[in-house]
């Protein structure tokens, strides 16, 4: 089975761009979630997709988006991008069988984001 | 509120050692506990978690932890680690927050392994 995907790889944008972040999860897999991680905050759960529908969505401003379509397939979106926002996105599937996190996630490569 | 705290945010030891990682939470509700492994320019890969029943959990590469729920602990312990251990550790947990399940980690570990 091929595992999560994540395109792109890396990603140069300037302030007040936004930016769309794609992800494909395992085949099977019908939850998705989104973390952001940077040096300083560490790793922080954005938002976990479940049937086109967000399920679950951690601390950030309504500036991150994102969406599930059919397949399962996700995209993130930032828009109005700070410099802030550099970092390395990353996203993780599932079964999505459980209503929280006791199941296996599994990630992707991430996605780098710089801000200039 | 849910946190994570890894004491260490770094530890090295010498090949064939034993090595623990620590790990505290706090939490006034249920939670699930996770170890998490990050190698070098790649993504997250579990290494074991804690759901239920068994406080010793066993994982992948000879890795596991035990959930202490009185010192709110999770640590993680390998008997002999080997160089391939070397890699970035994040404990994690999860829990029901108001009506809304969140996932928390801790600011990670860095382990490295000297020949």
């Known amino acids: 089975k091929a595992g999560v995907t994540q395109t792109p790889r890396y990603l140069i944008k300037t302030r007040g761009q936004q930016v769309t972040l794609s992800c494909s999860p395992i085949?099977?897999?019908?939850?998705v979630s989104w973390y952001q991680q940077t040096p300083g905050q560490g790793l922080q759960f954005l938002f976990e997709?479940?049937?086109?529908?967000?399920?679950n969505k951690g601390n950030f401003p309504g500036r991150f988006s994102g969406r599930q379509f059919s397949n399962s397939r996700s995209e993130m979106n930032v828009s109005t991008l700070e410099l802030g926002d550099s970092a390395l996105y990353l996203c993780?599937?599932?079964?999505?069988?459980?209503?929280?996190?006791?199941?296996?996630?599994?990630f992707g490569p991430g996605t780098r984001l710089l801000v200039l | 509120a849910q946190s994570v705290t890894q004491l260490d945010s770094q530890v090295p030891v010498f090949e064939e050692a034993p090595v623990e990682l620590r790990c505290n939470y706090s939490?006034?509700?249920?939670?699930?506990l996770f170890w998490y492994v990050q190698y070098p320019n790649q993504g997250l890969q579990l290494l074991l978690k804690?759901?239920?029943?068994?406080?010793l959990v066993k994982g992948i590469n000879g890795f596991e932890a035990e959930f202490n729920k009185s010192q709110t602990s999770f640590h993680l312990r390998k008997p002999s680690v080997h160089i391939s251990d070397t890699a970035e550790y994040f404990c994690a947990v999860s829990g029901l927050i108001q009506g809304a399940q969140k996932l928390v980690f801790g600011q990670g570990t860095r382990l490295t392994i000297n020949p």
């Open positions: 804690y759901l239920s029943g068994s406080t």
């Open positions: 993780a599937s599932s079964l999505g069988t459980g209503t929280g996190f006791q199941e296996t996630q599994y």
């Open positions: 085949s099977g897999h019908r939850s």
């Open positions: 939490s006034s509700v249920s939670v699930y």
């Open positions: 997709y479940f049937s086109e529908t967000q399920r």
